[in-house]
């Protein structure tokens, strides 16, 4: 999921982990399926703003961004 919203923003993950805020490895680890990330409070407020940005309703988010499905 993760990998499919960085790729709608256009966004390499270097560019998306420094947007929201967190490691390159957190970004490439989610997008492998080899770990969930945790953001920080602040972390969740900026990816909520790129999935404004991406208008993508976070109520049709799987459970976990690690998830690869549609959207």
Known sequence: MLKQ???KLDLTQFELASAIGC???VV?????GMH???FT???WVKFQEMLD????NP??????LSD???I
Not at 53 to 56: G, H, L
């Open 41 to 43: 409070i602040e972390q």
């Open 53 to 56: 940005k991406a208008n993508i």
């Open 59 to 64: 109520k049709k988010l799987p459970s976990k």
């Open 5 to 7: 919203i960085r790729e």
């Open 23 to 25: 490691s390159l490895s």
């Open 36 to 38: 969930e990330p945790r």
């Open 68 to 70: 690869k499905v549609a």
């Open 28 to 32: 490439s680890k989610a997008e492998a």
